[in-house]
């Protein structure tokens, strides 16, 4: 996994939306992050330290590319807002899927 500064995950999350509208999808996770990368220790060792402030990790991933980055908690307002503008730009061309109705529900009404 491929961690990037916030702008180029959007950039490249850019790309990663382009590229997934013709013949893939992609999916994006939000988490919260303790700038902890290993497991917790086993008993009788002493347990990791708190952090003093928590992070966001943010990942993106589609079939052959992965993406993460991890926003400082006083940048999540300003990420989110270029990161709802890269998600509308890229739901422009979603397809409305068709409802099929049982055929007692259309009998009915």
Do not use: W
Not at 31 to 55: F, I, S, T, V, W
Not at 59 to 82: I, N, Q
């Amino acid at each position: 996994m491929v961690l990037l500064s916030n702008d180029e995950f959007l950039t490249q999350l850019t790309l990663l939306s382009q590229s997934a509208r013709s013949d893939s999808s992609f999916t994006i996770t939000i988490k919260r992050y303790d700038g902890h990368d290993r497991p917790q220790p086993r008993e009788g060792k002493p347990p990791l330290p708190k952090p003093a402030e928590y992070q966001c990790i943010i990942r993106a991933r589609s079939r052959s590319k992965k993406l993460s980055t991890v926003v400082r908690h006083d940048e999540v307002a300003k990420f989110m807002e270029s990161y709802s503008k890269v998600l509308k730009s890229s739901m422009d061309g979603l397809k409305k899927i068709k409802k099929v109705k049982n055929k007692a529900k259309a009998a009915q009404g």
